[in-house]
C-alpha cells in the first residue's frame, strides 16, 4: 500500500509539472483529469482513515468532478471560445517547469529540515509537501497565465492540493463541508464557463490581459477634437 501511494503522490508531482509546462489547452485538461484521479487514489490510501463508506463517498464524488465533470465543461468551454494554446503567458513555459522543479525542492526540505510535524503518527513523508506543491503551484498557474481556461486549471489544481492537505490533516472528514466546498468548486466552474463564453464573443479572445486595458477615458489624441 505504502508503494502504492508513494507512486500516486509521484505521478501528482509529475501531472502538476506537465501543466506548467504545456501550451496545449486540450493536452492541459487531460492532465487535470489524470491528477484528479491520482489526488483520489491517494486520499483513499492514506494511513490516517479507514476505508468507510462515507469516506468512499466523498472520494468518489470529489474523483468524478474532477477528473470528468470539470474537464468536460472546460473542454467544452475551449471549444466555445476557439482557442488551442497559450502563446506567450507572461512567464514561459521553460521557467515554468524550473518554478515547479524548485517549489517541489522546498517543499521537501521544508518537512526534512524545517521542523515540520507529520500531521499523524504513521503519515507518509510525502503528504504534506505534494499538497503544498499542488496548492502553490495552482496560485502559481492562476497569476503566471493570461488564458482564462489557463486560469480555471490553475484554480482546479489548487482545489486538488486543499483536498489532499484536507485529508492528510483530517482524522475525520465532516461530509456536509466537503460537499459544500466541492459544489463552490462547482458552481465556480460554471459561471466561469458562462464568463468565458461572453468574453470570448465580446473580445475574440479570452485573454484576460489586455482587459486591463479597458477605460471609460476618452483618448488623449481625442481630446479638443
Known amino acids: 500500500m505504502s508503494g502504492l501511494l508513494d507512486a500516486m503522490f509521484v505521478l ?6 506537465g501543466l506548467l509546462g504545456s501550451s ?5 485538461i487531460r492532465l487535470l483529469a489524470f491528477q484528479g484521479v491520482f489526488v483520489g ?5 492514506l494511513p490516517n482513515h479507514h476505508t468507510t463508506l462515507r469516506v468512499v463517498v466523498i472520494v468518489f464524488l470529489s474523483t468524478a468532478l474532477d477528473a470528468v465533470v470539470f474537464p468536460m465543461l472546460l473542454l ?21 517547469v524550473l ?23 504513521g503519515a507518509n513523508p ?11 503551484t495552482g496560485l502559481f498557474l492562476i497569476v503566471a497565465r493570461n488564458n482564462a481556461l489557463n486560469q480555471v486549471v490553475g484554480y482546479l489544481v489548487m482545489e ?10 483530517a482524522m475525520e472528514v465532516p461530509f456536509l463541508i466537503e460537499m459544500g466546498i466541492l459544489l463552490d468548486v462547482f458552481i465556480m466552474v460554471m459561471v466561469m464557463g458562462v464568463a468565458l463564453f461572453h468574453i470570448s464573443r465580446t473580445f ?17 489624441s481625442d481630446v479638443g477634437k
Not at 501528482?12 to 509539472?17: A, D, K, R
Not at 510525502?126 to 496548492?135: D, Q, S, W
Not at 475574440?204 to 488623449?220: F, K, Q
Request: charged share 15%; net charge negative.
Open 12 to 17: 501528482v508531482i509529475l501531472s502538476t509539472i
Open 24 to 28: 496545449r489547452l486540450r493536452f492541459g
Open 41 to 45: 487514489i491517494a486520499a483513499l490510501l
Open 76 to 96: 467544452r468551454a475551449m471549444r466555445q471560445a476557439g482557442v488551442q494554446r497559450e502563446a506567450a503567458p507572461p512567464v514561459g513555459y521553460t521557467a515554468s
Open 99 to 121: 518554478v515547479g522543479v524548485a517549489l517541489v525542492a522546498v517543499c521537501l526540505w521544508g518537512m526534512k529540515y524545517g521542523n515540520l510535524r507529520l500531521p499523524h503518527e
Open 126 to 136: 510525502l503528504e504534506l509537501p505534494v499538497a503544498a506543491f499542488t496548492i502553490l
Open 160 to 169: 486538488n492540493g486543499i483536498f489532499l492537505a484536507g485529508f492528510s490533516t
Open 204 to 220: 475574440d479572445s479570452i485573454e484576460v490581459g489586455g482587459m486591463t486595458a479597458l477605460t471609460d477615458y476618452p483618448d488623449e
